[in-house]
């Protein structure tokens, strides 16, 4: 049972423009949902989180939105630049238990 | 103040070999996590751990892994017997007391012939 789904797949987005990746999870007692970018050969790296009492954060050109009574989150990227180029990962958690991540987005910019 | 380090960055084992993953989470932090990852797929959760105690292994498979944090020393990752099927890249991930805020190494990458 996939906790976490998350779409697209992929993205190509033209420089400047706004990459918007969704997450939906299934377990309502989840309360942490961060969001993990990874580049090749290296760990995912903390982007940005939200807990589920507030419905938006935002940190420069990153922003998540949570939905919490449909069950999803989803991460903008605002002014997207080539250095963004990565994979994209969602996840949930619920206390002490470790991170459900969903499968990636891969996103490229495109100069 | 150093990252999560993880070693070997890549290891190559024959089926049937063992394969011994090292992890050193970031100074501080007592609280250290496995990960699995396939290639296309997100990473799978396979097991927590405090100091000396295994807190959850629900994501581990039953038989040949085996996973430790001792007292003085890394954390390891033990893989007996390796299989095709365990090729992947497997990250640790460190947290200070509060679990949320996961640290990555940049993974060891297991290749079995």
């Known amino acids: 049972q996939q906790q976490v789904k998350q779409s697209p797949q992929s993205l190509i987005v033209q420089k400047g423009g706004i990459s918007i990746i969704n997450c939906a999870y299934e377990?309502?007692?989840?309360?942490?949902f961060p969001w993990y970018q990874q580049f090749p050969g290296k760990g995912p790296a903390l982007l940005i989180a939200i807990r589920p009492d507030v419905s938006e954060k935002k940190e420069g050109r990153f922003t998540i939105s949570f939905n919490k009574s449909a069950k999803q989150f989803s991460l903008h990227i605002m002014d997207s630049q080539p250095g963004d180029s990565a994979t994209y990962f969602c996840?949930?958690?619920?206390?002490?238990?470790?991170?459900?991540f969903g499968k990636g987005t891969h996103l490229i910019i495109q100069p | 103040n150093a990252g999560v380090m993880q070693n070997p960055r890549h290891l190559v084992r024959r089926r049937g070999q063992e394969a011994r993953l090292r992890c050193s989470p970031m100074k501080g932090h007592s609280h250290v996590y496995w990960y699995r990852q396939l290639p296309e797929e997100g990473l799978k959760f396979m097991v927590y751990l405090q100091k000396e105690n295994i807190i959850d292994e629900s994501g581990m498979p039953k038989e040949r892994f085996s996973a430790e944090f001792p007292k003085e020393g890394p954390s390891i990752l033990r893989i007996q017997q390796v299989v095709r099927g365990d090729s992947a890249a497997y990250f640790c991930?460190?947290?200070?007391?509060?679990?949320?805020?996961?640290?990555f190494g940049s993974g060891t990458q297991l290749s079995v012939l």
């Open positions: 991930a460190s947290s200070p007391r509060d679990n949320e805020k996961l640290f």
């Open positions: 377990n309502t007692a989840f309360d942490y």
């Open positions: 996840a949930a958690s619920l206390d002490a238990d470790g991170l459900t």
